[in-house]
């Protein structure tokens, strides 16, 4: 195997799996914000506000492994 060949295997690893994680870790937060939101029905505002911010920030690290990733398949520094 080429250079090209393991830098194409590391950005499909690199987004996959953190597709992966951010779609565990988003299911897990909304599992348990439906919790919370039936526990504590008053609290529901301030959860959800909570839960957006986190859903954001759980993508923005997927994207960063996006953009590191096309930057390894466009971008070859291996070359």
């Known amino acids: 195997m ?3 060949a393991l830098v194409a295997l590391a950005a499909g690893l690199i987004i996959g799996l953190g597709a992966l994680g951010a779609t565990i870790g988003i299911g ?15 609290l529901m505002d301030q959860l959800q506000t909570k839960m957006f911010l986190l859903a954001g920030l ?5 994207l960063i ?11 070859n520094p291996f070359k």
Request: without cysteine; proline residues 3%; aromatic residues 12%.
């Open 2 to 4: 080429d250079n090209t």
């Open 28 to 42: 897990i937060m909304g599992g348990r914000y439906m919790e919370g939101a039936a526990r504590q029905p008053e």
């Open 58 to 62: 759980i993508d923005a690290a997927f």
């Open 65 to 75: 492994g996006v953009g590191i990733a096309m930057m390894f398949a466009f971008a």
